[in-house]
Every structure is written in C-alpha cells, then in structure tokens.
C-alpha cells in the first residue's frame, strides 16, 4: 500500500521560512514526477511546485524566486524550501507522486494527507 506521509507545516510570521518533506513508502518500483500542491480556503488546489525524476522542475509564477523544491531519490522522499513566505502563501500543502509499483505498468497519482501552512501578517 503506497502512502506519502508529509511533514514541516506550522505558522510562521511573514518572511519567515518552512521546510516541507514527504516521504513515499510501500511497494514502490519508480517515481517519475513529485511535488507540491496547496489549497487556500475557498479556492482550488493549484500547484506550487514539481520536479521529475530527472531533476527538471516546474514552479508556480507565485512562488518562483522563493520556493525550492528539491528530491532524494533513493529515499523516494521530495522536499519544499520555502522562504520569504507571504499571508497568501497560507494554505493547505499536499504531496503528490506520480508513482509505478509494477514494472512496465502505468503510473498512477498519488496523494498525501495535507499539511497546514499558516502565514501570519
């Protein structure tokens, strides 16, 4: 059973920094894409930030120049470096994985839990 289990949420003032990691178990036999995604009251889950396996990766025009997504592969684990942190970046942060537990089949998404980030003004 695949589950991502994500970690390093809280409340910051702003400008403040936090550090999120989500870690991938169970079964696995490759990850292509994992990232970030996060959902503000009243608003759709968007993402925030991406990264293939390969190390190509992909920000939201909002966070770019302040968020660095980075992974460990051998561990399965993706991590998010968020600095400068503003009141609007104050949401809900879910892992995503894009995950093949079996060789040659397809891959499929994968979602953690959420984990609260709380920016105060």
């Known amino acids: 059973q695949v589950q991502l289990v994500e970690s390093g949420g809280g409340l910051v003032q702003a400008g403040g920094s936090l550090r999120l990691s989500c870690a991938a178990s169970?079964?696995?036999?490759?990850?292509?894409?994992m990232g970030w995604y996060r959902q503000a009251p009243g608003k759709q889950r968007e993402l925030a930030a991406s990264m293939t396996s390969d190390g190509r990766t992909n920000y939201a025009d909002s966070v770019k120049g302040r968020f660095i997504i980075s992974r460990d592969n051998a561990k399965n684990t993706v991590y998010l470096q968020m600095n400068s942190l503003k009141f609007e970046d104050t949401a809900v942060y879910y892992c995503?994985?894009?995950?093949?537990?079996?060789?040659?089949?397809?891959?499929?998404?994968?979602w953690g839990q959420g984990t609260q980030v709380t920016v105060s003004s």
């Open positions: 995503n994985a894009n995950i093949r537990i079996v060789i040659g089949a397809r891959a499929y998404d994968y």
């Open positions: 169970g079964g696995i036999f490759s990850i292509d894409r």
